[in-house]
Each structure stands twice: as structure tokens, then as C-alpha cells.
């Protein structure tokens, strides 16, 4: 581990030992790489005797992370989650907020939260974009990591800690997702980061059953891409009909369509909400996917990025991507 890093962890625990009571948030509708690391962080912060909590809206959580969090309470391993409207109850003054997998204020689960406190740590491994969080005590925001569990992996190895398997698995799934499979942003730390997952014990049986999906869901991803068309030589694009999709359905077609011939490129647009449509978008590394999407609002990485757009229509938000491409 080079003198930065250690640095960079050295600082991090510091700021964990100074404080008593910490908030872990990551994006609205949370997928492993931000719940498995906030679940990590959780159990690193309990063995330093401090109080966590982890904000979670159940309503919004996938048919995985559904198991997941169902499995924590058949299992009895600790992971403490609060609701956005009990955060009154328990958030003080010198309370810490640690954001896991974004930078954006707008995309954590209780924007409000990061108005009212003055102790913000921010680790995230998206380009940063000028909408960051900038009144942060911590931030680390390197979009040369695969995912946030890479630096989850170098932290618990700093501290020479491990976690439950459970928890290891869903860093594993959040570790493959966030890649692909190791097919995109995979690096040797990547791999070093899967080979530490495997040692302490990840299951790769039980990482099966929690990416398992419904039939129905199968079928309806399966519409989508026999929507797809290629909007030039190089680009892949898929419009959705009106039904709500959720984000990681539409990330999952954008995956897909770079597996066919020619496709340098693909950008899959949803409906996610009555009012919000979703632009998921992938390369292989030659188109910046990421310039595409920061210019819709969004962001991301080179090869993995995505944007919201509200009061729009799913026609009027294809012709803005047109544009833009």
C-alpha cells in the first residue's frame, strides 16, 4: 500500500475515532456496491465501539437487496437502519455523514441531511463533475476504481479486519455488477480486491441466488432489447415504452447491447417514475459516455454513466440525447 493511500486511511480512521455517532447513506434505489460497502462500514465503525446507522427506504429496494437485508435478519448479523423520517431522533450536531458511491447531494436517500451537518466524508469512485459535495471534512472520489468496494477491500486490509461471508458476498456482487463481470473498469486492484473477497470466505453460491431474477423480469429486459437499433455505425440505442423500469433493469440493457457486433456504445432510455425518465448508458472504453451524460445532467465513468431527466417525455428526452451525441 503506497504512502498515500495509507495516508488517505489514516485520516479516515482518525476522523471515525474523533466522532461518537455516524449516518452512512448511499444513492436512492442502492445497489451492493453502495449498500455492501455501507454494510462493511457499519461493522468497521461497531468494532470501534461508535453508533451507526444506515439510511434505507425499504419501498425502493430491488427483488436482491430485498434478500439481502432479509438474510442480515435471518442470520441476526448486525446492520442498524434508520428511516429518513426517525433521522430527528438520533442526529446531533457532531453527528458524521459518511456517502458512500456518489458525490451528488440530489442523489443521496435524505438530501436535507447534508444542509443541517457540518461533518460530511464523501468515498465514491465516479468522475468528479462540478456538482460534487464540496462542504466535506473527507472526501476520496477516484474514478480509477472499479466500484466503492475496491476501496472498501484496501480499508478492511488497512485495518486488518475481515467481515461476516454474508457481507463479503454482497461486496462480491456489488464488485462484479459495478464491472460487468470484470469485462469493464477491471484492474489488478480489482482482481486483488475479488481474490481478498474469496479468502474471507464470499460465497459464490449465495451470490448466484441473491442475482437470481424473476421470469418476469427476464422476459420484459428481453422486449427491451428487441427494441434496440443501432443510431449509427458505432452506437446502440433502446427507447422504452411507457412502463416504469427500474434503473438497473435499463444499466442491464445498456450491458447487454455492448455484447453485439460493431457496438462501441449503447444508451438505453426509461421511464423510472411518473415524472422522471432514465438515460443508462455504456461504452467499451472508445466513446466517453460519461461527456455524453454530464452534459444531460448526469455522470459517471468513460465507460459507465447515467442521468435523470424530470417533465420530460421519453421521445422528447431521445431527440436531447440525439442532439447531444
Known amino acids: 500500500m503506497g504512502d498515500f493511500m495509507e495516508q488517505v486511511f489514516n485520516n479516515l480512521t482518525k476522523i471515525i475515532k474523533e466522532h461518537d455517532k455516524f449516518i452512512i447513506m448511499t444513492h436512492k434505489n442502492p445497489d451492493f456496491d453502495g449498500m455492501g460497502s455501507a454494510i462493511a462500514f457499519q461493522q468497521i465503525i461497531k468494532e470501534m465501539k461508535k453508533e451507526s446507522y444506515i439510511v434505507l427506504n425499504n419501498k425502493e429496494l430491488d427483488l436482491s437487496m430485498k434478500k439481502a437485508m432479509n438474510l442480515l435478519n435471518e442470520k441476526n448479523i448486525f446492520h442498524n437502519t434508520i428511516s429518513k423520517s426517525k433521522l430527528n431522533e438520533v442526529v446531533d450536531d457532531d453527528t458524521v455523514v459518511i456517502v458512500l458511491d456518489t458525490y451528488k447531494k440530489e442523489m443521496v436517500e435524505e438530501p436535507k441531511l447534508l444542509d443541517n451537518l457540518q461533518n460530511i466524508v464523501i468515498i465514491d469512485h465516479h468522475i468528479r463533475s462540478k456538482y460534487y459535495i464540496k462542504n466535506s471534512i473527507f472526501n476520496y472520489i477516484n474514478s480509477n476504481l472499479s466500484s466503492t468496494v475496491e476501496f472498501v477491500c484496501d480499508y478492511l486490509k488497512y485495518l486488518n479486519k475481515i467481515v461476516d461471508p454474508i457481507i463479503a458476498t454482497f461486496l462480491m456482487v456489488g464488485l462484479e455488477v459495478d464491472t460487468n463481470n470484470f469485462r469493464l473498469k ?46 449509427n455505425k458505432n452506437i446502440a440505442m433502446c427507447v422504452a415504452d411507457n412502463k416504469i423500469y427500474r434503473k438497473q433493469d435499463l444499466a442491464t440493457i445498456a450491458e447487454t447491447l455492448l455484447q453485439f457486433e460493431n457496438v ?47 417533465n420530460k417525455t421519453i421521445l422528447e428526452v431521445k431527440e436531447l440525447l440525439k442532439e447531444v451525441i
Open 264 to 310: 462501441e456504445a449503447s444508451f438505453v432510455i426509461g421511464k423510472l417514475s411518473g415524472k422522471v425518465i432514465g438515460i443508462s448508458a455504456r461504452s467499451i472504453g472508445t466513446i466517453n459516455v460519461e461527456e455524453v451524460m454530464a452534459k444531460l445532467g448526469g455522470g459517471g465513468h468513460l465507460n459507465e454513466a447515467a442521468c435523470q431527466i424530470e
Open 186 to 231: 477491471t484492474t489488478e486492484k480489482t482482481y486483488e480486491a475479488a481474490a481478498f473477497l474469496t479468502r474471507i470466505g464470499s460465497d459464490s453460491v449465495l451470490k448466484q441466488e441473491l442475482l437470481q431474477e424473476s421470469m418476469d423480469i427476464y422476459i420484459k429486459k428481453n422486449k427491451l432489447i428487441e427494441r434496440s437499433f443501432m443510431y
